[in-house]
């Protein structure tokens, strides 16, 4: 528009303009020809450090662990994109370990692109017609603009260090009317490397496209020495976020080869982008094709097996009819068990009898019957992920378990708790990934406040049993005054025979006795033995979990425990279990022991050792150590059971 103002108000000057272009013309292509060299010189030492057919590996997105996704571009030897690659021609391994592909896409995404101007006196020194640099610079951006979209949509932002600043623009047609009106005040701007930072953060916000390149337009001038140590930890700020910075240095040729030069060449190629000079004598870079490589990936995506914290390798191999091209890519992965808290648990609960005038204690009952417990599940790791199962645990026994969503409470069943204790309530939480972690262990104190007996309601609920004791009393002194007056001679004990058969057949049932007068029986009642009880031994740290990656059954009346057994004994290969470790014995009502044998490291029940030569009883769900060894006791079902009690009815 301006080369048009000036040839439509100074005729002659068009015709100067053209004797004079002549004239510098063989000096201009020669100066064009050397900087054009320089221009691509640089691109084609990039492409030659790169080496051809290579992987380049994303940083991996770790938010969906323990399923992994990346994106892969892959070059030949020209260092273009490969395209129309088939996942049967992907092997990919972790940690030197295959893995199988749960998906392999081929994409087109957009560009996140950041144009982003330091604008300074530099841009404005106009040639033999009066076009700036900048006049340029702008007629570039929009010539792009106006090519046809042939990808998915582009994601655009313009910013400048004199105020211009629109984000992440959807369409071209608003890039496009924002420049034709932007005219900087180029004389009064002074450099300022800050814009440079806003654009590499405003390129590393979330992508709109899965696959999307992060890509800054840096149009700049040389820096000052000042301002080097800022572009040192821009490099590093990109490097973490992605982001590929294409530097145009906008200055005259005698600037090309300086300090400042070298580190904005150094801030392009450490980064993954292109360092492009520019004096306004040689022509721009096409825009399109400069960005058109960048539109196309391949997005991978697998389920880690990863289950220790650290550095960790992904190895990308692309099958060709050459050598396989390969490329890998380290990256730091934390892994934590799930940690579960209660929220908030009780101290304490108070049990009340709900009617206080019943007098029968099988009928009693108190209030509450069940405490709601809130929980919360914390990822330390910072991957939030599914669960097994998680595990309430009352004084170490397991009373319930949840093995679906959600698992945001327990409801606790204290009905059977009729006299005051405390009791100690933990959760495991067990993942996906098989890692497990217990939570602390916490007390909460139940109280049950029993009524004292009111005398008056006992009397007032037994009175006909009162009466009738009150009667036999009186039955009995009678005969007593009767047989010391002599009244009742022998004979007397058919008398007493008689009332002793009436007094068995009143009180046959028991129940004024029962009452008044509790008592405990021993009778034993003859019957079948149970038959042993099986379980099983699960292993569940890493030294267990090598020596015994399957669960041991056993089903037993008696087995040993230790590093060198014969015969049916479990046999645990590590330094810290003895000879003859423990024993695991099964007594006669079903119930499990397990005794100490006098080891050196110990042997262990919920985290509390016990002491030697003493046995302890076992419940489903016991955590045990032998040493450093780490098992999950699981009882199982007697199969036989329904056997014994057809018997029994029998």
């Keep these: 528009m301006l080369i048009k103002q000036i040839r439509a108000a100074h005729p002659l000057l068009v015709q100067w303009q053209t004797m004079a272009t002549k004239r510098i013309n063989l000096k201009k292509r020669l100066h064009s020809l050397v900087l054009l060299s320089l221009i691509l010189i640089i691109p084609s030492a990039q492409a030659g450090a790169q ?3 290579e992987i380049f590996l994303s940083a991996p997105d770790l938010s969906d662990y323990p399923d992994i996704t990346f994106y892969i571009d892959v070059t030949n030897r020209e260092g273009r994109n490969i395209t129309e690659l088939t996942a049967d021609q992907i092997t990919l391994k972790e940690n030197g370990v295959e893995q199988e592909l749960l998906d392999f896409q081929s994409l087109s995404p957009g560009i996140q692109l950041v144009a982003a101007f330091n604008i300074s006196n530099s841009f404005g020194i106009q040639d033999i017609i009066g076009y700036s640099r900048f006049d340029y610079i702008k007629e570039s951006l929009l010539s792009w603009a106006d090519q ?3 990808s998915a949509p582009d994601n655009i932002s313009l910013i400048s260090n004199d105020g211009l600043e629109h984000s992440h623009l959807a369409e071209k047609s608003v890039m496009v009317s924002i420049l034709e009106r932007y005219d900087p005040e180029i004389r009064d701007t002074e450099s300022n490397f800050n814009v440079l930072a806003q654009a590499i953060s405003i390129a590393s916000d979330p992508v709109d496209q899965p696959g999307m390149k992060r890509i800054v337009l840096f149009y700049t001038s040389q820096p000052t020495a000042d301002e080097f140590a800022a ?22 040729p005698a600037f090309f080869a300086t300090a400042g030069a070298s580190k904005i060449q150094n801030l392009s190629v450490d980064t993954g982008g292109l360092f492009l000079p520019f004096s306004g004598e040689e022509p721009l870079p096409v825009l399109g094709q400069l960005l058109e490589p960048l539109r196309s990936t391949y997005l991978l995506m697998y389920r880690s097996q990863i289950v220790t914290p650290g550095t960790q390798n992904l190895e990308v191999s692309v099958a060709s009819t050459l050598a396989p091209i390969v490329g890998d890519r380290e990256f730091f992965l934390d892994v934590q068990p799930p940690n579960p808290i209660f929220i908030s648990p009780p101290r304490t609960v108070t049990r009340e009898m709900q009617d206080e005038n019943t007098v029968d204690t099988n009928t009693q009952t108190y209030q509450p019957e069940t405490v709601t417990l809130n929980i919360l599940l914390e990822f330390p790791d910072n991957h939030p992920r599914d669960l097994d199962e998680l595990i309430f645990r009352v004084d170490g026994e397991i009373v319930a378990r949840k093995t679906t969503p959600p698992y945001d409470q327990f409801i ?8 005051s204790a405390t009791h100690h309530i933990s959760l495991e939480a067990v993942d996906v990934l098989s890692l497990s972690r217990l939570s602390v262990e916490t007390p909460v104190e139940i109280k049950v406040n029993v009524p004292p007996p009111d005398i008056t309601n006992i009397i007032r609920a037994n009175a006909p049993a009162l009466a009738g004791l009150a009667v036999i009393l009186l039955i009995g002194l009678a005969l007593f005054i009767f047989i010391s007056q002599g009244r009742i001679q022998p004979g007397v004990t058919n008398i007493f025979h008689s009332i002793s058969s009436k007094w068995v057949r009143f009180t046959k049932s028991k129940t004024l006795i029962k009452k008044i007068l509790p008592c405990k029986t021993n009778e034993k009642q003859d019957g079948p033995s149970l038959p042993v009880t099986p379980y099983r031994l699960i292993a569940i740290n890493d030294i267990s979990q090598q020596i015994f990656p399957e669960p041991v059954k056993v089903n037993e009346n008696e087995i040993k425990i230790g590093r060198t057994l014969p015969g049916k004994g479990i046999q645990i290969q590590h330094s810290s279990v003895i000879k003859e470790h423990s024993s695991i014995t099964c007594l006669e009502d079903g119930k499990l022991q397990i005794t100490d044998l006098g080891s050196t490291a110990g042997t262990w029940i919920n985290y509390k050792q016990i002491q030697s030569g003493k046995p302890k009883f076992l419940k489903d769900g016991d955590i045990i150590h032998f040493g450093e060894a780490i098992f999950r006791l699981q009882v199982m079902t007697r199969m036989d059971t329904p056997r014994v009690t057809e018997e029994k009815r029998t």
């Design 51 to 53: 080496t051809a057919r």
């Design 148 to 150: 046809p979209q042939t």
């Design 231 to 252: 572009i040192d930890s821009l490099i590093s700020q990109a490097l973490d976020n992605q982001v590929l910075v294409y530097t145009i240095l906008v200055s005259s």
């Design 412 to 419: 606790w069943d204290i009905s059977s708790y009729e006299s």
